[in-house]
Protein backbone atom coordinates (compact mmCIF):
# COMPACT_ATOMS: atom_id res chain seq x y z
CA UNK A 1 0.00 0.00 0.00
CA UNK A 2 3.01 2.24 0.84
CA UNK A 3 4.46 1.59 -2.58
CA UNK A 4 0.75 2.55 -4.51
CA UNK A 5 0.66 5.94 -3.05
CA UNK A 6 4.07 6.55 -3.36
CA UNK A 7 3.30 5.76 -7.13
CA UNK A 8 0.51 7.79 -7.44
CA UNK A 9 2.25 10.92 -5.68
CA UNK A 10 4.89 10.56 -8.05
CA UNK A 11 2.35 9.91 -11.49
CA UNK A 12 0.45 13.14 -10.32
CA UNK A 13 3.30 15.29 -10.04
CA UNK A 14 4.16 13.82 -13.25
CA UNK A 15 0.81 15.24 -14.82
CA UNK A 16 1.00 18.76 -13.06
CA UNK A 17 4.57 18.83 -14.22
CA UNK A 18 3.61 18.25 -17.55
CA UNK A 19 0.62 20.37 -17.76
CA UNK A 20 3.15 23.57 -16.34
CA UNK A 21 5.43 22.97 -18.77
CA UNK A 22 2.65 22.95 -21.97
CA UNK A 23 1.40 26.66 -20.57
CA UNK A 24 5.01 27.94 -19.81
CA UNK A 25 5.78 26.38 -23.61
CA UNK A 26 1.49 27.84 -24.99
CA UNK A 27 2.40 31.20 -23.65
CA UNK A 28 6.04 31.54 -24.62
CA UNK A 29 5.21 31.21 -28.46
CA UNK A 30 4.12 34.15 -30.35
CA UNK A 31 1.68 33.50 -32.76
CA UNK A 32 2.52 33.54 -36.66
CA UNK A 33 1.29 36.85 -38.46
CA UNK A 34 -1.56 36.11 -40.42
CA UNK A 35 -0.46 36.71 -44.07
CA UNK A 36 -2.93 39.26 -45.95
CA UNK A 37 -5.02 37.84 -48.77
CA UNK A 38 -5.58 41.28 -50.21
CA UNK A 39 -4.13 44.71 -50.57
CA UNK A 40 -4.55 46.84 -47.38
CA UNK A 41 -4.83 49.96 -49.50
CA UNK A 42 -7.10 50.30 -52.31
CA UNK A 43 -5.65 51.80 -55.55
CA UNK A 44 -6.66 55.15 -54.92
CA UNK A 45 -5.22 54.97 -52.01
CA UNK A 46 -1.80 53.46 -52.72
CA UNK A 47 -2.08 56.34 -55.24
CA UNK A 48 -2.64 58.93 -52.51
CA UNK A 49 -0.03 57.85 -50.15
CA UNK A 50 2.25 58.48 -53.23
CA UNK A 51 0.84 61.90 -53.79
CA UNK A 52 1.54 62.95 -50.11
CA UNK A 53 4.92 61.37 -50.31
CA UNK A 54 5.82 63.60 -53.43
CA UNK A 55 4.06 66.89 -51.98
CA UNK A 56 6.49 66.77 -48.91
CA UNK A 57 9.58 66.27 -50.53
CA UNK A 58 11.43 69.03 -51.79
CA UNK A 59 13.53 68.74 -55.24
CA UNK A 60 17.32 68.71 -54.35
CA UNK A 61 18.92 72.15 -55.24
CA UNK A 62 15.74 73.88 -56.47
CA UNK A 63 14.29 76.82 -55.43
CA UNK A 64 12.69 76.73 -51.73
CA UNK A 65 8.94 75.44 -52.31
CA UNK A 66 9.70 73.37 -55.12
CA UNK A 67 8.19 69.81 -54.21
CA UNK A 68 8.53 66.78 -56.62
CA UNK A 69 5.07 66.57 -57.02
CA UNK A 70 4.88 70.12 -58.59
CA UNK A 71 8.06 69.07 -60.88
CA UNK A 72 6.47 65.93 -62.44
CA UNK A 73 4.09 67.97 -63.67
CA UNK A 74 0.42 66.62 -65.18
CA UNK A 75 0.56 62.90 -65.59
CA UNK A 76 -2.61 60.55 -65.25
CA UNK A 77 -1.90 58.19 -62.20
CA UNK A 78 -2.49 54.15 -62.16
CA UNK A 79 -1.47 51.82 -60.03
CA UNK A 80 -1.50 47.57 -60.19
CA UNK A 81 -0.80 45.69 -56.76
CA UNK A 82 2.08 43.25 -56.86
CA UNK A 83 0.26 40.33 -54.53
CA UNK A 84 4.44 38.34 -54.09
CA UNK A 85 5.93 41.54 -53.30
CA UNK A 86 2.59 42.83 -51.34
CA UNK A 87 3.11 46.44 -52.51
CA UNK A 88 1.63 49.00 -55.00
CA UNK A 89 3.82 49.96 -58.31
CA UNK A 90 2.26 53.12 -59.31
CA UNK A 91 2.65 54.46 -62.78
CA UNK A 92 2.50 58.70 -63.81
CA UNK A 93 2.55 58.66 -67.02
CA UNK A 94 3.14 61.82 -68.68
CA UNK A 95 0.85 63.64 -70.86
CA UNK A 96 1.61 64.69 -74.16
CA UNK A 97 2.28 68.41 -75.31
CA UNK A 98 3.61 71.04 -72.86
CA UNK A 99 3.72 69.43 -70.21
CA UNK A 100 6.28 67.03 -70.19
CA UNK A 101 8.26 69.74 -71.77
CA UNK A 102 7.41 71.98 -69.04
CA UNK A 103 8.52 69.35 -66.45
CA UNK A 104 12.31 68.44 -68.21
CA UNK A 105 12.67 72.31 -68.53
CA UNK A 106 11.63 72.89 -64.89
CA UNK A 107 14.14 70.38 -63.69
CA UNK A 108 16.78 71.93 -65.59
CA UNK A 109 16.19 75.70 -62.75
CA UNK A 110 19.03 74.34 -60.84
CA UNK A 111 21.89 73.95 -62.97
CA UNK A 112 24.16 76.27 -64.55
CA UNK A 113 23.88 77.71 -68.12
CA UNK A 114 26.21 75.52 -69.18
CA UNK A 115 25.02 72.70 -67.13
CA UNK A 116 20.96 73.16 -68.90
CA UNK A 117 23.09 73.69 -72.43
CA UNK A 118 24.93 70.48 -72.17
CA UNK A 119 21.80 68.97 -70.70
CA UNK A 120 19.43 70.05 -73.69
CA UNK A 121 22.06 69.03 -76.18
CA UNK A 122 22.29 65.63 -74.93
CA UNK A 123 18.22 65.21 -74.57
CA UNK A 124 18.44 66.27 -78.22
CA UNK A 125 20.30 63.24 -79.18
CA UNK A 126 17.89 60.75 -77.64
CA UNK A 127 15.45 59.92 -79.86
CA UNK A 128 12.23 60.07 -77.50
CA UNK A 129 12.67 60.96 -74.02
CA UNK A 130 11.13 58.81 -70.82
CA UNK A 131 7.48 59.57 -70.49
CA UNK A 132 6.03 58.17 -67.11
CA UNK A 133 7.20 57.80 -63.62
CA UNK A 134 7.16 54.57 -61.17
CA UNK A 135 7.52 54.18 -57.68
CA UNK A 136 6.54 50.96 -55.43
CA UNK A 137 4.69 51.82 -52.54
CA UNK A 138 5.02 49.10 -49.80
CA UNK A 139 2.15 48.67 -47.68
CA UNK A 140 3.88 46.45 -44.51
CA UNK A 141 6.64 48.90 -44.11
CA UNK A 142 5.45 52.26 -45.56
CA UNK A 143 8.17 52.72 -47.59
CA UNK A 144 8.04 54.20 -51.21
CA UNK A 145 10.96 53.20 -53.34
CA UNK A 146 11.03 55.19 -57.10
CA UNK A 147 11.65 52.33 -59.56
CA UNK A 148 11.92 54.49 -62.56
CA UNK A 149 15.15 55.53 -64.70
CA UNK A 150 14.38 59.28 -65.02
CA UNK A 151 16.41 62.01 -62.96
CA UNK A 152 13.32 63.51 -61.26
CA UNK A 153 11.70 60.00 -60.37
CA UNK A 154 15.56 58.90 -58.75
CA UNK A 155 15.13 61.90 -56.07
CA UNK A 156 11.78 61.92 -55.84
Known amino acids: MRYLSSISLALIAHVLLSIVGLMILACTATPAEPTPSSPMY ?48 VKGEVSEGGAWAESRFATLAHLTALEQLERLLEDAKTPEPLKYYTWSVYERTKSIVATGDEWLNQVC
Open 42 to 89: SEEEAIAVLKEHLQAKPVPRARQGVTCFTQIGSVTWSAKYDNEGRRWD
